[in-house]
């Protein structure tokens, strides 16, 4: 992260990464502000006092589009609601990189549309997030996609709108099957790490394109 291992460095980026797993971790029986609140004594700093916890819960709730579920208790949100909740509780900290698993798996379209939107909402936030996620549909709201072939070797990264020209599919789900065939992951492996878009990481972050080039060849 910026050049830093954070195997290495752990409890320095406590407060700097978030990671929103794909099950949700609550206790149904709390409301979702009683759940942010402990949430927030945990994540923010010890000395905080209540009118600042409030605050950041407050903020939290805002931020994920929950207001006026403040009392609601857990149990009785819709799977979309859980999951802002679940991301409430990272955003309680502030972080400068959110790291979501497969945040919208079991929605309903229109929830999967509105998670999406909440994700880019929050990108432009001073939060870079990162999504993890094999749906298609909404991948439009995207800034930039990372396509991973068989073995995490990357075979694309760019715009989502320059994608599927890129894999000469009509439909992006199609990407997924090319990408199962070793030929076609080492062919993809190649094309990306010679196409304009790495060149121009390359030349701004020498280090991690010589680093990101050699794992995929590994």
Known sequence: FDGID?????????????????KDIMHDELTVEQSLTYTAKLRIAR??????????????????????????????????QKKRVS??????????LLILDEPTSGLSPDLDRSMMELCRKLSH?????????????NINLCDK???LGTGGVLCYYGSPEAMDEYFDVELTS?????????????????????????????????????????????
Do not use: W
């Open 6 to 22: 954070t195997r290495g460095n752990r409890n320095a980026f406590d407060a700097v990464l978030g990671y929103v797993p794909q």
């Open 47 to 80: 000395d905080a006092t209540r009118t600042e916890i409030k605050a950041a819960v407050a903020h939290a709730i805002e931020a994920v589009d929950l207001t006026g579920r403040e009392k609601t208790l857990i149990s009785q949100l819709s799977g979309g």
């Open 87 to 96: 991301i409430a509780m990272e955003l309680l900290a502030s972080p400068r």
């Open 125 to 137: 936030e001073n939060c870079t997030v990162l999504m993890v996620t094999h749906n298609m549909s």
């Open 145 to 147: 996609i990372a396509f």
């Open 174 to 218: 199609d990407i997924f099957e090319k990408l199962h065939d070793p030929e076609q992951v080492e062919y993809y492996r190649r094309k990306y790490f010679t196409s304009p878009e790495f060149n121009r990481l390359a030349a701004r972050f020498p280090a991690a394109a010589k680093e990101a080039e050699k794992r995929c060849k590994a």
